[in-house]
């Protein structure tokens, strides 16, 4: 099916919203539009950062995932206690691929489960006794850990638990950094606010610890990588390229990062934000307190990549600048052979993207570079400064939606027939069982790296091997199976 007008897909969004009574429709209309690049500030056709609609079906997580599961998880030194029942149990371990480097165990933590596990009586009572015991456990079973975070769960706010108080003196009590950290899940409308809550837990706590410390002896081209949770080993395909241009990576956060790492950023001469939602915040705190200007960078597909190593290029001295072209120049061959070989068999393909964070935008330019096209995007937890930046990577007259319901994301789909859809875990079953090609684009369907000139190679791989794939010949979805094939069995058994 070939792209919609704009008049089409604005008839789409009308016919879908027919189903809801009029409040919600109301409401969800708000979510829906058809994108426009004239458009400069994207709240003049859609709104996001809102309560889901009570009774709708969202994929969104909370705040407890925001932070647990993006911002503070992947430290792989620390401990990171979920703090209240163990039913939260999907965050409190690494579920996200966040590869590293260590040993387990012994000197990282991050595939390690850690709870307090949380019972009636501790509803009760309270569990303030039982978090500064446990601690003093983890410090027994783990002293090389570097420090310890406390992700409070939703009934630590509801009881009303002072895990400042027992960080506070578990912290003096074993020397080292105890961060509590408020991230209650009911706390915002999605994981953003659990973002917010993570980057402002890492001001408070560790950024100006070592403040005064001469002891780190500080170069030119020092940057730090913000926002990279090395999905995959998503991060060192990116440094490889960072320091063949002679940057220098102090801080990697946070996948793959350490405590020290991020001690260390205030003193580095350029934060590079990757996921601009869930790490802008601390990137705007150390601009305003040390003075460290940040940029964003979109390392996703070749055409991105050159630009993005460009413009940071352009931040620093000739030398950097001719470095970033000798990179370019390095790996061209290497990509042009990738897009050779794909694009033929991708050319034309269509694309609906539904992803949280910097996806929805991000790799847009990787699907282009392969000839493919993306005919609708959206966010689970996005603000209108994302929407912002999308906008002008979306063509005109496709759909853009936000928090977008079950319901609305199916029919769409089965009006404008993508031939691939990348999306959470929640929603690969649905689409595979109707016979649409998926990708998990959270973790990158066990796959990776996608990020740099290595990822895009592993990208035009997978996706060729997904939409290419013989098998969605033979797959009929159950329900679109005709009574006469149900009835057959049934007449041979007679």
């Not at 002679?246 to 996948?255: F, H, K, T």
């Not at 999306?423 to 090609?437: A, D, V």
Request: some cysteine; proline content about 4%; aromatic content about 10%.
């Amino acid at each position: 099916m070939s792209a919609l007008t704009r008049e089409e897909a604005q008839a789409l969004i009308q016919e879908v919203l027919e189903v809801y009574p009029e409040k919600a429709k109301k409401d969800r209309a708000k979510h829906l539009a058809v994108n426009d690049q004239s458009v400069e500030q994207s709240k003049k056709c859609i709104i996001s950062n809102r309560k889901s609609l009570p009774g709708v079906m969202t994929v969104r997580g909370c705040a407890y995932a925001g932070s647990k599961g993006v911002v503070w998880g992947p430290i792989k030194d620390m401990v990171h206690i979920s703090h209240g029942p163990v039913g939260c149990g999907a965050y409190s371990r690494a579920g996200r691929r966040n590869y590293y480097v260590g040993h387990t165990g012994v000197n990282t933590f991050g595939t390690m489960n850690f709870t307090s596990d949380f019972q009636e009586k501790d509803i009760v009572f309270g569990g303030d006794k039982k978090l500064d015991k446990l601690i003093s456990e983890i410090e027994t079973l783990f002293p090389l850990s570097k420090g310890i975070s406390v992700q409070s769960e939703c009934p630590i706010g509801l009881i009303g638990d002072d895990i400042e108080a027992v960080s506070k003196k578990k912290s003096k009590e074993l020397n080292k950094p105890v961060v509590p950290v408020r991230c209650e899940g009911f706390r915002g409308v999605s994981q953003s606010l659990g973002h917010h809550i993570a980057n402002d837990a890492i001001r408070d706590w560790v950024i100006g610890n070592r403040d005064g410390d001469e002891s780190f002896q500080t170069g030119p081209y020092d940057v730090a990588v913000i926002g990279d949770y090395n999905i995959g080993g998503d991060a060192w395909s990116s440094r490889i390229l960072l320091e063949e241009m002679g940057l220098r990576v102090v801080a990697q956060w946070s996948g793959d990062g350490t405590l020290s790492e991020m001690e260390l950023t205030s003193k580095v001469k350029l934060n590079l934000i990757h996921c601009y939602r869930s790490m802008n915040y601390i990137s705007r705190h150390m601009e305003e307190k040390y003075g460290i200007p940040w940029m964003e960078y979109n390392f996703f597909g070749p055409t991105k990549i050159a630009e993005s190593l460009r413009k940071i290029a352009a931040f620093f001295d000739e030398t950097i600048q001719a470095n970033a072209e000798q990179v370019i120049a390095k790996y061209q061959a290497e990509y042009d052979a990738v897009i050779a070989k794909y694009r033929p068999r991708l050319e034309g393909k269509k694309v609906m993207l539904y992803v949280g964070g910097l996806r929805p935008r991000h790799v847009i330019g990787a699907y282009e570079d392969l000839g493919m096209e993306v005919v609708g995007t959206g966010y689970e937890f996005a603000h209108n400064d994302d929407y912002d930046r999308t906008i002008k990577e979306m063509g005109n007259a496709t759909l853009l939606y936000d928090d977008i319901t079950g319901y609305e994301f199916e029919e769409f789909v089965k009006k404008v027939k993508p031939d691939l859809i990348g999306s959470g875990i929640k929603e690969k079953y649905i689409f595979q069982k109707m016979g649409i090609p998926f990708r998990q684009m959270h973790s990158w369907d066990y796959s990776g790296p996608y990020h740099g000139y290595d990822g895009f190679a592993i990208f035009a791989r997978d996706m060729d091997m997904t939409i290419n794939n013989p098998c969605w010949k033979k797959l009929q979805a159950p329900w679109l199976q005709s009574s006469e094939q149900d009835a057959t069995p049934q007449a041979a058994s007679a």
